[in-house]
């Protein structure tokens, strides 16, 4: 018991709350940003059995703020590392690797050996798919989410509380709402949020203080301020029966994508193509792929894009998703045309090709 210490001779929680801990099962989905705190603090503290769920890889652009991984670590499993590094953390604690994502399929199987459910996904889909999961097998769900320079943090599903589906009782439209990967994070914000999710799992478990059931904690580390929006159960929200045979989100897209590996190698072969960046001006100014022609999403016209009988358009971006946007835009207008989006755009091209054929100021 010296290890946990610290926290035991807190008044309020002492060996009685450690004991608990020890004795606890909890499932963390997804060991990227917010998953690594969760699971770094939650090994440390000493809880008995956690389970990591990712079929995920280590790519280049996590480590900003997925801070358990390194660079001789990219392309590795996710879990798999992550489990290597915390049992060198607390050899006392169980991990359980499900190198595995979460589906219909085996979401009710996986779940109910836990005791709560820790959602530190990033998209949709997998968060309704937990949602109603732990509601049919009354677990515990603790949320966080995180875009840009906000995050939000509640508990689901607890003490007769609301449900994820009470806050938002269906997904968004495709596109309404972006994930990181086209928003953009702050590195230290789903630290911050991570920590937050494992502080309520913690309340839950032990039963020290209060958790956020009921609300809705909204973090603007922009401008330093934090708030709450209380939460109202509805109980149909809370008579789910079955899992949906699918939880994909809703996709408009009709994009073809081209890789950065088939981008190179057109530039190679020296195919003729048309590549529109859609990025702003001071981004093209300050590095731009070979031959691209600059037309920013936020003033995008695509009337005025030269459409040459069969040549390829390629649209291109910094991360894929305004290049989708602008391919879109130009299908609509040019029905006939062969358009493109290149898929992870700069920061996948750097990944794998670094400094070839770009062109700096």
């Given at each position: 018991?010296?290890?946990?210490?610290?926290?035991?001779?807190l008044?309020?929680?002492?060996?009685?709350?450690?004991?608990?801990?020890q004795?606890?099962?909890?499932?963390v989905?997804?060991?990227?940003?917010?998953?690594?705190?969760?699971?770094?603090?939650l090994?440390?503290?000493?809880?008995?059995?956690?389970g990591?769920?990712d079929?995920?890889t280590?790519?280049?652009?996590?480590?900003?703020?997925?801070?358990?991984?390194?660079?001789d670590?990219?392309?590795?499993?996710?879990?798999?590392?992550?489990?290597?590094?915390?049992?060198?953390?607390?050899?006392?604690?169980?991990?359980?690797?499900?190198?595995?994502a979460?589906?219909?399929?085996?979401?009710l199987?996986?779940i109910?050996?836990?005791?709560?459910?820790?959602?530190?996904?990033?998209?949709?889909?997998t968060?309704y798919?937990?949602?109603?999961?732990?509601?049919?097998?009354?677990?515990?769900?603790?949320?966080?989410?995180v875009?840009?320079?906000?995050?939000?943090?509640s508990?689901?599903?607890?003490?007769?509380?609301?449900?994820?589906?009470?806050?938002?009782?269906?997904?968004?439209?495709a596109?309404?709402i972006?994930?990181?990967n086209?928003?953009?994070v702050?590195?230290?914000?789903?630290?911050?949020?991570?920590?937050?999710?494992?502080?309520?799992?913690?309340k839950?478990?032990?039963?020290?203080g209060?958790?956020?059931?009921?609300?809705?904690?909204?973090f603007?580390?922009?401008?330093?301020?934090?708030?709450k929006?209380?939460?109202?159960?509805?109980p149909?929200?809370?008579?789910?029966?079955?899992?949906?045979?699918?939880?994909?989100?809703?996709?408009?897209?009709?994009?073809?994508?081209?890789?950065?590996?088939?981008l190179?190698?057109?530039?190679?072969?020296?195919?003729?193509?048309?590549?529109?960046?859609?990025?702003?001006?001071?981004?093209?100014?300050?590095?731009?792929?070979?031959?691209?022609?600059?037309?920013?999403?936020?003033?995008?016209?695509?009337?005025?894009?030269?459409?040459?009988?069969?040549?390829?358009?390629?649209t291109?971006?910094?991360?894929?998703?305004?290049?989708?946007?602008?391919?879109?835009?130009?299908?609509?207008?040019?029905?006939?045309?062969?358009?493109?989006?290149?898929?992870?755009g700069?920061?996948?091209?750097?990944?794998?090709?670094?400094?070839?054929?770009?062109?700096?100021?």
């Amino acid at each position: 018991m010296n290890r946990y210490s610290r926290q035991t001779q807190l008044s309020n929680f002492g060996s009685a709350a450690q004991q608990k801990l020890q004795q606890a099962k909890v499932l963390v989905v997804g060991t990227g940003g917010l998953g690594v705190p969760v699971l770094q603090y939650l090994t440390g503290m000493g809880v008995g059995t956690i389970g990591l769920a990712d079929n995920d890889t280590i790519s280049l652009t996590n480590l900003h703020r997925q801070v358990l991984y390194a660079e001789d670590e990219v392309g590795q499993s996710k879990v798999q590392t992550a489990a290597k590094k915390l049992s060198e953390l607390n050899a006392d604690v169980n991990l359980r690797v499900i190198n595995d994502a979460i589906t219909p399929q085996n979401a009710l199987q996986i779940i109910r050996q836990y005791d709560l459910v820790i959602d530190a996904t990033d998209n949709f889909s997998t968060r309704y798919l937990l949602n109603d999961a732990c509601v049919m097998l009354t677990k515990p769900y603790i949320y966080g989410a995180v875009q840009q320079y906000e995050g939000h943090v509640s508990v689901f599903n607890y003490q007769n509380g609301p449900t994820y589906r009470c806050l938002y009782p269906k997904p968004p439209a495709a596109g309404e709402i972006p994930d990181c990967n086209a928003a953009g994070v702050l590195g230290v914000v789903p630290g911050i949020v991570g920590c937050q999710q494992a502080l309520q799992a913690v309340k839950v478990i032990t039963g020290v203080g209060n958790t956020l059931s009921g609300y809705l904690q909204i973090f603007d580390f922009l401008n330093d301020d934090q708030y709450k929006i209380k939460l109202k159960a509805k109980p149909e929200n809370k008579d789910i029966k079955a899992l949906q045979s699918s939880y994909d989100a809703p996709v408009c897209n009709t994009v073809a994508l081209l890789s950065v590996e088939e981008l190179h190698d057109w530039f190679e072969a020296g195919k003729p193509f048309k590549l529109i960046d859609v990025r702003e001006p001071d981004e093209f100014a300050e590095e731009r792929l070979h031959g691209a022609i600059s037309a920013p999403l936020s003033a995008f016209n695509p009337g005025v894009i030269d459409v040459n009988g069969d040549m390829p358009i390629v649209t291109f971006c910094q991360k894929g998703a305004r290049s989708n946007k602008a391919a879109q835009a130009l299908q609509q207008q040019y029905p006939q045309a062969v358009v493109y989006s290149v898929l992870g755009g700069m920061d996948y091209w750097q990944d794998e090709f670094e400094e070839e054929y770009i062109v700096h100021q």
